[in-house]
């Protein structure tokens, strides 16, 4: 008799390995072995879930309505909450079509998961977006897109796939919002790509500081050089010293005029002190004069 592993080997792979470059956090597609991964690099599986995942035939219910890409999936919900605070919750991001809450068919009870359908796909990604890790009830949800209508080849967790679960089973599936892919360990191909590029872009970087710290140099050259030729002489043919032309001769005139402004400025005081004098003679022979 054929046993599961026999069948298991059997089976294809059915994906391609994900490598350092092509690496992705979330899934694109379903595997139950990729899946079974931290890092999506497994080729055999690793509990007896995933064989039975591998083993499944899952189709999506035909009776589900609606537009998957604006139906949300909350999950990790708590026992007591109710359609009625999902439809207040989820109601401030849009307009809703409807919320399905899982319950047991016998008792009753929610099974701490329930879909959220939006009249807008943009209402959906706003909300997918803002509502991740929200609390209610003391629970954490989780918010995803719906899986089984959206993602190739999903298996639920009823039947080993699906994405999450506890540490304590041993049974974690990774690719999903809550748990994504770790980047797989670098092979050594992988390793001197990235340090050429690495050091390309250091290269780079290097050879920018140079430019710069080049343009620097000579605009403080520039500077130096344009308070040296300010300061220097010149001697023309006839061997007469000269000041620079340019700004250089101006600066030295308008410094020759302010030199004779504050010569005749001098000269105006003692104009003004000498015309202080005979003022103050000339008042006083008046007074004189009047006393008199």
Request: hydrophobic share 20%.
């Amino acid at each position: 008799m054929e046993s599961t592993t026999d069948k298991v080997a059997k089976v294809d792979v059915g994906y391609e390995i994900p490598t350092w470059s092509n690496w992705s956090p979330l899934a694109k597609f379903y595997h139950p072995l990729q899946a079974g991964s931290i890092d999506g690099t497994d080729t055999a599986p690793h509990d007896r879930a995933v064989v039975r995942a591998m083993l499944a035939k899952y189709k999506p219910n035909k009776r589900v309505t609606g537009d998957p890409d604006k139906t949300l999936f909350v999950g990790k919900l708590s026992k007591d909450t109710c359609e009625e605070t999902l439809f207040k919750l989820f109601g401030k991001y849009g307009e809703l079509v409807k919320c399905r809450l899982a319950r047991d068919i016998v008792a009753g009870f929610s099974r701490g998961y329930a879909f959220v359908e939006y009249k807008s796909e943009r209402d959906a990604n706003k909300a997918w977006r803002d509502l991740h890790n929200e609390t209610i009830d003391g629970c954490t949800i989780l918010v995803e897109y719906e899986a089984a209508r959206t993602l190739q080849g999903w298996v639920p967790r009823r039947l080993g796939g699906g994405f999450g679960g506890k540490k304590e089973s041993g049974q974690l599936r990774f690719g999903g919002r809550d748990r994504p892919f770790r980047r797989p360990i670098p092979s050594e191909q992988d390793r001197m790509q990235h340090n050429s590029y690495s050091r390309g872009s250091r290269d780079h970087e290097s050879s920018r500081e140079n430019h710069s710290h080049r343009d620097r140099e000579r605009d403080k050259r520039e500077r130096d050089w344009g308070v040296k030729r300010s300061s220097s002489h010149y001697h023309d043919r006839d061997g007469d010293p000269k000041r620079y032309r340019g700004r250089d001769s101006e600066k030295s005139r308008t410094s020759d005029r302010s030199h004779e402004y504050e010569r005749s400025r001098d000269r105006g005081g003692e104009r003004y002190k000498e015309r202080g004098r005979h003022g103050e003679s000339r008042h006083r022979e008046r007074d004189g004069y009047r006393d008199k």
